[in-house]
């Protein structure tokens, strides 16, 4: 059996039950970051009406199912600022999508003329701050609060 190639492309409304179930999968990771709970398709519904074009969510298809998602969400307080959220599935972490997954949010956000992208990540999680380093994010020395922002 061959595999077929991952599929990026960006999420509708439709998506909102399969989103739900990867935000549900990552709050069991031992650091979630981004959710402070599972959402419900109905609340990944309303958010990506919400994101309108001001935001937009891409998903990661891996043999037709989703894997993940990125996301990009705008800041009301400062509106030259979005915050950018990778989250995968356990077993398709490592494998260059959320890099992927990453630059798609990232051109969506010059696009749309967002200057700086925020956003957290797991304390003490090297594999976060390996990834965010290799998409150009910086990540302060003294950093309580895990947080990282990128200069468009």
Sequence with gaps: MTKTEPVFRRATTDDAAAIASVIEAVMKDPQPVGFERAYSADEVRTWLSRLGDAGAVFLCLVEGEVGGFSAL???TQEPDIATLGVWLLPGHR???LGTELA????????????RRIRGRLPAGNEVALSF???IG???PIYNPNMRFELPL
Excluded: M, T
């Design 137 to 139: 994010a910086l990540v």
């Design 103 to 114: 630059r798609l949010a990232l051109d969506f956000a010059r696009d749309r003329g967002y």
């Design 132 to 134: 965010l380093s290799s």
């Design 73 to 75: 969400d705008f800041n």
């Design 94 to 96: 490592g494998k260059g």
